[in-house]
């Protein structure tokens, strides 16, 4: 005897546990007044210099903690903790991202009676980290002069899902070492995201940090 | 490249539906997955095939159905669809407007029916 096939209509978001979780961690960070920055960008487009010259500009006016997840390292928690903020080490086993269950684990290990504002330090990857909402209310990415100006032809996804982009290492425009054009960028990521915010500046030199700090503290804290 | 914990889930919503209709064997599931999206359908396959084999999915046929990329464009409101690699240097063919448009379809995460006795 054969049964019939049948056709089941499952009719299911694949991501939907992750985003009901992401969706619950956002509203429990907002009662609490919590701004939390998920920050992602490839390996080495800045993210922990960003970071430090970001918390060094903030430190009279937020309380600060970073959320890790470089991967199976704990050279950048080090590097932050210095700094006398709290950081706290995801070690997120080989994983191409942080989701929000990674995230909530972080942040079970936070005071966040006693916090204004918390940083993911994502995975460097312009690819995963940007299918997985983290529950974070902002969403920056950084993007390194020397990367070139064509990613956003590459990870189209990555500029169409951030609220801010940071255009970092701003110190190399018009040397010989890059042909970089900063208006080529940001009308292409203009057509990805027509409203996202755009900061040019260089974590290294300082230059343009006090524009994306006094955004960031008259907007979101 | 993050196949694999997705691989997961597909399998797991495959089985919880299986079990509540009682069914016993899943011949092939249809996921509906947006062409911005990074999920490669050889890797999808391969971490199935892997992950479902001690399970009544095992040998079951993925079927990916791409949603295209369609953009809206703010200005005069035409639709058009686009690639990955287009869409950040694109101009509205109608209008000619750049940087104001909407993404309307392109990042469908979904499954969408199975095929089971």
Redesign the interface.
């Known amino acids: 005897m054969t ?13 939907a ?1 992750n985003e009901t979780l992401a969706g619950e961690l956002r509203n429990r960070l907002r009662k609490n007044n919590i701004c939390m920055i998920n920050l992602m960008s490839s390996p080495g487009a800045g993210k922990t210099t960003f970071l430090l010259r970001t918390i060094e500009g903030l430190r009279d006016k937020a309380r600060m903690a970073v959320i890790e997840a470089d991967i199976d390292s704990t050279v950048d928690a080090e590097t932050i903790s210095r700094t006398g903020t709290k950081a706290v080490q995801l070690q997120t086993g080989g ?3 942080l ?1 929000a269950a990674m995230v909530e684990e972080g942040l079970k290990n936070l005071d966040l009676d006693n916090l204004d504002l918390i940083f993911i330090e994502n995975v460097g ?1 312009l ?2 980290p940007a ?2 909402d983290t529950g974070a209310t902002l969403n920056v990415m950084i993007l390194s002069v020397p990367e070139g100006d064509d990613k ?3 990870y ?2 990555m ?2 899902t951030c609220d801010v982009l940071i255009v970092n290492k701003t110190d190399y425009l018009g040397t010989p070492f890059t042909d970089f054009d900063l208006a080529v960028l940001e ?6 995201n ?1 409203d996202i915010n755009i900061f040019a500046l260089s974590s290294k030199t300082g230059e343009g940090i006090g524009n994306w700090i006094s955004w960031l503290a008259t907007n979101n804290l | ?2 196949e694999l ?2 691989t997961e ?2 399998l797991e ?2 089985l919880a ?2 079990e509540q ?1 009682g ?1 016993s064997r899943i ?1 092939s ?1 249809t ?1 509906k997955i947006g062409e ?3 999920l490669e359908d050889r890797w999808l396959n391969h971490y199935f095939d892997y992950l479902s084999k001690d399970t009544i999915a095992a040998g079951a046929h993925l079927v990916v159905i791409r949603v295209p990329i369609v953009l809206k464009c ?1 200005v005069c409101q035409t639709r058009c669809e686009t690639t ?2 287009k ?4 101009k509205c063919p109608h209008c000619g407007a ?4 909407s ?1 309307l379809s392109g ?1 469908e ?9």
């Open positions: 049964t019939e096939l049948k056709i089941i209509k499952v009719k299911e978001n694949i991501l546990d994983f191409c991202h989701d990857n690819v995963c299918e997985f956003p032809l590459k189209p996804l500029f169409s009308k292409r990521v203009r057509n990805l027509q | 490249m993050h914990p997705v889930k597909i919503t495959a539906h299986a209709h069914l011949h599931i996921l911005l999206t990074d703010n990955k690699e869409m950040a240097d694109e750049e940087q104001r448009f993404i990042r995460y979904f499954i969408e029916e199975m095929a089971a006795k």
